[in-house]
C-alpha cells in the first residue's frame, strides 16, 4: 500500500486559496451589484447632468449605494483575483483595505460610545435634512417613508411637529400639504390601498382630538432609541460577526501570501 506524502510546509494551501476565492466572490458579485443599482439610480433622477444639485453625499441614498458598492467590488476583486492567481500583491491590497477598514469601524465605535451625545446631536441634524430635502430626491422620499412606515413606526425628528421644517408641509405653505404630515406617518388602517392625503392639516389645532388615532406623534429618534435597546443583542451580534469576517479574511489572506512566498523561496534556493 503506497503511503501518503505528506504536505509540504511550503506548500501554498488550496483550501485557505479556495476560501479566500470563493468568499470573495461573494463580495465581488454584492459589490457589484451595489454598484449598478447606484448608477441605475442616478441615470433614473438625471444626476449626470444635475451634478450641481449634489449638496451632501449622506443625503444621496444612490451615491452611497456607488461608494460602498464601488468599494467593496474593488477589495473583492483583489481578494478574488490575488487568491486565484497565487499574486501577493494584491493579497497584500486586500490586507491594508480590509485592516484600514476595520480600523476606521472600531475607532467610530470607540469614538460613538466615548461621544454619545455629540453621536446623537449629528444623527439628528442628519435626519433634519432629510427632512427638509425631503421632496428634492425620489430616493431620499422612500428612504424617509420606509423608515417613518415600515421600520420604526414613527413621525418626525421628536415629534410629528418636526415636519415644519419642510417648506412643503409648513403650516405657511401656500400649497395642500400645508400643515400636514407625510402619508408615512399615518396609522396602518390595514386598507391594501394607501391614502397618501391622511397626514393633510394633521399639525393644526383643530385636529388635536383625532390626531393621535390617525398618525404616529413619537418621533424617530425616540424610536430608534427604543428599538436599539430591544435589539442590542442581534445588532451587537452582527458587529461582531463582520468584524470576525473581517479579521479571519486578513488572517487568510497573510496565511496564503506566506505560503507563496515561502514556494517562490524554495524555487529560487
Known amino acids: ?3 501518503r506524502r505528506r ?16 468568499f470573495n466572490v461573494l463580495f465581488w458579485i454584492i459589490g457589484g451589484s451595489l454598484f449598478c443599482i447606484g448608477i441605475w439610480a442616478w441615470i433614473e433622477k438625471d444626476m449626470f447632468a444635475n451634478i450641481g444639485k449634489l449638496t451632501n453625499i449622506s443625503l444621496d441614498p444612490a451615491l452611497l449605494f456607488i461608494l460602498c ?6 477589495i473583492g476583486f483583489t481578494g478574488c483575483v490575488g487568491s486565484l492567481r497565487e499574486n501577493t500583491c494584491l493579497l497584500l491590497f486586500f490586507m491594508v483595505a480590509v485592516g484600514l477598514i476595520f480600523f476606521l469601524e472600531l475607532l467610530l465605535g470607540i469614538l460613538g ?10 444623527i439628528e441634524s442628519q435626519v433634519t435634512n432629510m427632512i427638509v430635502q425631503y421632496r428634492e430626491d ?3 422620499q422612500n428612504l424617509v417613508d420606509w423608515v417613518q412606515q415600515d421600520w420604526l413606526d414613527c ?3 421628536q415629534s410629528y411637529n418636526d415636519w415644519e421644517f419642510n417648506m412643503y408641509f409648513n403650516c405657511t405653505s401656500p400649497g395642500v400639504e ?3 404630515v407625510p402619508f408615512s406617518c399615518c396609522k396602518d388602517t390595514g386598507s391594501a390601498i394607501i391614502n397618501r392625503q391622511c397626514g393633510f392639516d394633521m399639525m393644526k389645532t383643530t385636529h388635536e382630538i383625532d390626531r393621535t388615532t390617525k398618525i404616529k406623534v413619537i418621533g424617530c429618534m425616540p424610536a430608534g432609541e427604543k428599538w436599539l435597546e430591544t435589539n442590542l443583542i442581534p445588532v451587537a451580534g452582527v458587529a461582531v460577526g463582520v468584524a470576525l469576517l473581517q479579521i479571519l479574511g486578513i488572517c487568510f489572506a497573510q496565511n496564503l501570501r ?3 512566498q515561502a514556494q517562490r523561496a524554495k524555487w529560487h534556493y
Not at 7 to 22: N, P, Q
Not at 69 to 74: A, L, Q, T
Not at 113 to 122: E, G, I
Open 258 to 260: 506566506s505560503d507563496i
Open 178 to 180: 400645508a400643515c400636514g
Open 7 to 22: 504536505r509540504d510546509a511550503t506548500e501554498v494551501s488550496c483550501c485557505i486559496k479556495y476560501l479566500m476565492f470563493a
Open 113 to 122: 460610545f466615548v461621544y454619545k451625545n455629540w453621536v446623537k446631536d449629528q
Open 155 to 157: 413621525c418626525g425628528i
Open 69 to 74: 458598492g464601488g468599494v467593496m467590488f474593488i
Open 138 to 140: 425620489a430616493d431620499l
Open 1 to 3: 500500500m503506497p503511503l
